[in-house]
């Protein structure tokens, strides 16, 4: 909080501010930045090409992200002990952080030792996203969170928490459940329902290229040409 108020100030003084995302734009207009001095431009990435999904001996949910208090994976691992009731899936957890000890010991209270694996830090992600059933973010707040887009691209099903960025990204729902942060319940119930579901990975993967880089610097690139600024934070 007092990081945005910071940014607040100094948004005042700049003569153009950036969010990655309208969820980020309200929070800093709310702590003071003139929304005449502000723009919002979506973190892009590069669509891979040729991916072999990642071979497991089981069907797998992943997540990934560094292991923090706020990425909210403690509450994936309470869901996923709920979900194998119902399904002889794992779940790999990608990312390293100061809250992996306490998440091993979680998983060992649960009896999960044999189910749920911690990759570490991994350079390419995508063939475990392509391999994976479904890609669950935990998060309590994300102003963007890439990993979704990611795992679109590789046409894979997403269950997100409703903390910002992702309510963007999945277009409230259409592309993807959104559930309450901190909710296993929830969490673990909307897992089910994607495991007995068909989807439709083409859809995902078109939503996915909506966010690649050549599509975003040509959307910034028309924005610029019309003098286009954030006029709505919807």
């Not at 071979?55 to 992200?65: C, I, K, M, N, S």
């Not at 669950?136 to 963007?144: D, G, I, M, N, R």
Request: net charge positive; with cysteine; charged share 20%.
């Amino acid at each position: 909080k007092a990081a945005y108020l910071g940014l607040g100030l100094l948004s005042r003084i700049a003569s153009m501010n950036v969010a990655v995302s309208h969820s980020l734009a309200r929070q800093l207009v709310e702590f003071g930045c003139p929304i005449r001095k502000l723009t919002v431009i979506h973190n892009g990435i590069v669509l891979p090409t040729g991916v072999h999904g990642h071979t497991h001996e089981r069907p797998y949910v992943l997540t990934a992200g560094s292991l923090r208090k706020h990425k909210g994976q403690e509450t994936l691992i309470r869901a996923f002990a709920q979900f194998r009731a119902a399904f002889d899936w794992d779940l790999l957890i990608a990312g390293k952080g100061p809250m992996e000890p306490a998440l091993v010991q979680l998983v060992a209270e649960l009896g999960l030792q044999s189910r749920v694996k911690f990759l570490g830090f991994q350079h390419d992600l995508f063939p475990y996203f392509a391999g994976a059933r479904m890609f669950v973010l935990p998060s309590t707040v994300e102003t963007f969170a890439l990993v979704i887009v990611e795992a679109m691209a590789c046409g894979t099903p997403v269950i997100a928490t409703d903390c910002g960025g992702p309510r963007e990204l999945l277009d409230n729902g259409a592309y993807g459940r959104l559930v309450p942060p901190g909710d296993m319940n929830a969490m673990a119930g909307a897992m089910v329902d994607f495991a007995r579901q068909r989807h439709y990975p083409e859809q995902l993967i078109n939503r996915a290229r909506e966010f690649s880089i050549i599509q975003v610097v040509h959307k910034e690139s028309e924005r610029g040409e019309k003098g286009a600024r954030v006029s709505s934070l919807g």
